[in-house]
């Protein structure tokens, strides 16, 4: 009878991910293994190499659209759950852009091989489901939008600069908040008819 795992998978994954996004791909398979308190032997025994375990930690995170979405359904202004909305937006490039910096600076990862990582698990989808919120708001009178799409894209776009400028040590959490809730009120008076 086999013995059973002591950490399962994607324990292990978020233990090599945690550590890879942190001190970048050189950090060693001992100090993964150290981290999620197994040997180097059960860990090359899931993962045949550094290389493979890389691979399969670093997986950009999918959008989870309808939960993102509605993280602004408590608000009955929709000003309010846009700016939500937004902040949900914000905590998912706050995942993902540490993640595609690593694979972005790993020697044996290519560009296609990003693109593909990032095609299954594009966070264009964030557009479409922005889009389809601000055009329900049209539908059912509480906004008139004119551009549901575009203003999406503006909104994502904005939000993934302050994501990225908070990575690279520019922002702080309190700033980005603010800033989060005037873009959404600068864009909110400037999308509608």
Aim: charged content about 20%; some cysteine.
């Amino acid at each position: 009878m086999g013995r059973h795992k002591i950490i399962e998978d994607e324990e292990l994954l978020n233990h090599a991910r945690r550590l890879f996004v942190s001190k970048g791909a050189s950090i060693s398979t001992k100090e993964i293994a150290l981290s999620a308190n197994i040997s180097q032997a059960t860990l090359f025994q899931r993962f045949p190499t550094k290389e493979a375990l890389f691979r399969a930690a670093m997986i950009p995170p999918k959008p989870e659209v309808d939960s993102i979405i509605g993280a602004g359904a408590h608000c009955s202004d929709p000003q309010q759950a846009l700016v939500e909305i937004s902040g949900a937006i914000l905590d998912y490039f706050r995942a993902m852009m540490p993640i595609a910096v690593q694979l972005m600076l790993h020697p044996v990862v290519t560009v296609q091989e990003m693109k593909g990582e990032f095609q299954r698990n594009n966070p264009a989808i964030l557009i479409q489901g922005l889009a389809m919120y601000l055009n329900s708001l049209n539908q059912t009178g509480r906004a008139k939008i004119n551009d549901p799409r575009a203003s999406a894209g503006l909104l994502i776009a904005a939000i993934h600069s302050l994501a990225l400028f908070e990575l690279m040590g520019l922002h702080e959490e309190l700033f980005l908040r603010e800033t989060l809730a005037a873009s959404v009120a600068a864009l909110w008076s400037g999308m509608q008819v």
